[in-house]
């Protein structure tokens, strides 16, 4: 069974960190939205108080450095066709239906588990908040 945890980006702080606890207290904001809280092992974000991260979770899988991958990581990978040759990609992790999704850029998703299965060499370049440029 896959270990469920997320890890959190707060935009205005460019803060990334792995979230500990997450508070979502009853009831909606004044701009009418759910207010959700998360704090670190280090509990630096509390004084934050509500700070509505975008949460990222954990997909169970890790890199071929054993860095854990979460949505929102930006991976390299190499997948064969029919014919054995190789074809290389730069993808975003996405939660897409009921699994965890890589696009290849060919209108395509591949799920995040048969790449693994398929290429031992995937690899964590960065995420989409903290280098974006990366996937242009």
């Not at 730069?90 to 290849?104: A, L, M």
């Not at 209108?107 to 290429?119: K, M, P, Q, R």
């Amino acid at each position: 069974m896959r270990e469920i945890k997320f890890r959190a980006w707060v935009g205005t702080h460019k803060l990334m960190f792995q979230v500990r606890e997450m508070i979502i207290p009853d009831g909606l904001n004044e701009a009418g939205m759910q207010e959700i809280a998360a704090t670190d092992n280090y509990s630096i974000v509390r004084p934050l108080h509500y700070i509505q991260p975008i949460l990222m979770q954990y997909t169970g899988l890790k890199d071929k450095n054993g860095k854990e991958i979460y949505e929102g990581d930006i991976i390299n990978f190499n997948i064969q066709d029919y014919r054995g040759l190789d074809h290389f990609y730069k993808s975003e992790v996405y939660y897409w239906g009921s699994c965890f999704s890589c696009d290849t850029g060919e209108s395509c998703l591949i799920n995040l588990d048969t790449i693994i299965a398929e290429d031992d060499e995937i690899e964590i370049i960065g995420n989409i908040y903290e280098n974006p440029e990366l996937l242009k």
